[in-house]
């Protein structure tokens, strides 16, 4: 497409005529590395899958929770859902510009609603009291 030893059109004039950004004719793309990330790296810790044996059968038996970031021009937020695992239903969300406790507590506190298992990876250390706290008060 581009000649860059053409006798009479610049690099530049030749972009030009064709709609292209210059910095696409000079543009070569890196090697990257393929990594396996379905392989745990040596010395991980592996935990037990404790919803092995057990048997989804009603709504708010078990909830799930996931947490996820979202790039703004202006930052980063945050997105929790709370999502009821029988029906697949997202029961609530919540959305923060900081991943704090109360942020994760607030997205699981659906009414009155408090399932008998909550399958989760959110809560940070400091979190688990007050998760514990939630759950026992009936």
């Given amino acids: 497409m581009v000649e860059p030893e053409h006798p009479k059109l610049s690099i530049l004039r030749q972009c030009e005529l064709l709609g292209i950004p210059r910095g696409m ?16 790296r040596r010395g991980a810790a592996k935990y ?3 919803l092995k044996d057990k048997t989804i059968w ?8 996931d947490i996820t970031y979202i790039r703004l021009s202006s930052g980063t937020v945050y997105l929790v859902s709370i999502i009821d695992v029988y029906s697949r239903k997202i029961l609530s969300f919540r959305v923060s510009n900081t991943m704090d406790t ?11 609603n408090i ?9 940070p250390k400091s979190g688990l009291e007050k998760w514990a706290q939630l759950n026992s008060n009936p």
Avoid: M
């Avoid at 109360?102 to 009155?112: L, M, N």
């Avoid at 399932?115 to 809560?123: A, M, Q, R, S």
């Fill in 25 to 40: 004719f000079y543009y070569e793309p890196k090697e990257t590395l393929e990594k396996n990330l379905s392989r745990p």
């Fill in 48 to 50: 037990p899958y404790l």
């Fill in 58 to 65: 009603l709504p708010n038996q078990l909830w799930a929770s």
């Fill in 102 to 112: 109360e942020f994760c507590v607030a997205a699981v506190t659906v009414g009155d």
């Fill in 115 to 123: 399932p008998v298992l909550v399958h989760t990876l959110i809560f």
